[in-house]
């Protein structure tokens, strides 16, 4: 993996990437309600097969696939008051002691989408402080999700503030439950709103090598998918003569800036 100098949001962005390095960067979804035992491990075998940096499981199925990748590279890692954020905050600390307990490394967390959208920004830091806490102590991350769908621009950079202030490795865009997904603009604002510290995890419609490379060019280093094999054939096949995959220019969008107070 080569880089390109910083965007102006102190991110550094790669020039091009290996298919390997792409992989690298795919939590495999397996998030579905009907997936079953069987569907589970199948997912656990493709991401330590094509190399994926982790998979994202159901937590009735964290065990499962802690068992299934043992040996393996491959991460495991669950959601937390999934997938509207209601759960209060001490379930969501629990739900978070008993992933940890259960294998998981990774925890996806949705925030309290109607606190965040009202302002209490207060049960908001709370909540998100409550979980990093407990997931650190086990030396396992933690990603916020947002839900940007039902979010403004005011709300997702505030948000995004908060998840900075909470001490959380990243902050994501959706569930993938949602009407929308990970779009430029609001990732843009996330970008904006947040230190380079704070990782950006894209979910939600991406479902294409393009698109994943659009996003990279903003500064994504994660993406929560289901389309692994699909995107991981393209960037093979594109890879095969030149070795790696060029990175677009980082797009622009004043509103994004403005939003976020650049």
């Known amino acids: 993996m ?6 102006a949001y102190g991110r550094v962005i790669p020039a091009s990437l290996r ?12 998030l579905r309600p009907e ?16 190399g994926a940096f982790s998979v994202c499981v159901k937590p009735a199925d964290v065990g499962l696939a802690a068992k299934a990748l043992a040996g393996t590279a491959v991460r495991v890692g669950t959601v937390v008051g999934f997938p509207h954020g209601s759960s209060a905050t001490a379930v969501k600390r629990h739900e978070t002691e008993r992933a940890l307990a259960d294998g998981a490394v990774e ?18 830091l709370t909540e998100i402080r409550e979980v990093v806490t407990t997931a650190h102590a086990a ?50 604002i996330m970008a904006a709103s947040t230190g380079p510290a704070v990782k950006l995890k894209a979910a939600g419609g991406v479902r294409t090598l393009d698109r994943l490379l659009d996003l990279v060019a903003i500064g994504v ?20 003569t030149t070795g790696s995959i060029p990175v677009p220019p980082p797009p622009k969008d004043e509103q994004a800036a403005e939003s976020a107070g650049y």
């Open 35 to 50: 997936l079953t035992a069987d569907d589970v491990r199948a997912g656990c075998e493709l991401a330590a097969a094509r």
């Open 107 to 124: 925890i996806d967390m949705v925030v309290n989408i109607g606190a965040l959208r009202g302002g209490d920004d207060d049960y908001v």
């Open 139 to 188: 030396g396992a991350l933690v990603k916020v999700i947002l839900e940007n769908a039902y979010l403004d621009d005011e709300q997702i950079a505030r948000g995004s503030r908060l998840v900075e202030a909470a001490g959380a490795d990243f902050v994501k865009t959706s569930t993938g439950f949602a009407p929308s997904g990970a779009t430029v603009h609001d990732l843009l």
């Open 221 to 240: 280093t994660r993406f929560g998918a289901t389309a692994t094999a699909t995107m991981l054939d393209d960037a093979e096949a594109r890879a095969a």
């Open 2 to 7: 080569t880089t390109s100098p910083t965007t």
């Open 19 to 30: 298919p390997a390095d792409i992989a690298a960067m795919i939590d495999h979804s397996l």
